[in-house]
């Protein structure tokens, strides 16, 4: 693996609002834990309804999206990460959003 990459933050984003925020918790829990023994530089962004500021404070160059339900696939989310300039895992704002 790139070792560029490793050294690059990543924010694995979990939690949301939407009724799979269990389901969201726990796959980005397994995600982080994954990321940590592979020594990627990787931290947890637990949101609820407000994602800006835990993504200013952590200061994430990547975003790994664990959301799931509509409020974390429907590409609003895609939408603020390509708004703040972060590279973030999955599919854009407009597949995101046909998909849903």
């Known amino acids: 693996m790139d070792e560029g990459l490793k ?24 995600i982080l834990k994954a990321l ?3 020594n990627y530089s990787a931290v947890a962004l637990v ?12 200061g994430i160059e990547l975003a790994f999206l664990a959301l799931h339900g509509g409020w974390g696939e429907d590409g609003r989310i895609q939408a603020m990460l390509e708004f ?12 995101s959003a046909l998909a849903m």
């Open 7 to 30: 050294k690059t933050k990543i924010g694995v984003i979990m939690g949301g609002v939407s009724m799979e925020r269990e389901v969201s918790l726990k796959s980005g829990s397994a």
């Open 36 to 38: 940590l023994r592979l």
């Open 47 to 58: 949101i609820d309804e407000d994602v800006l500021n835990p993504l200013k404070e952590k």
């Open 84 to 95: 703040l300039k972060v590279a973030y895992t999955g599919s854009g704002v407009v597949a």
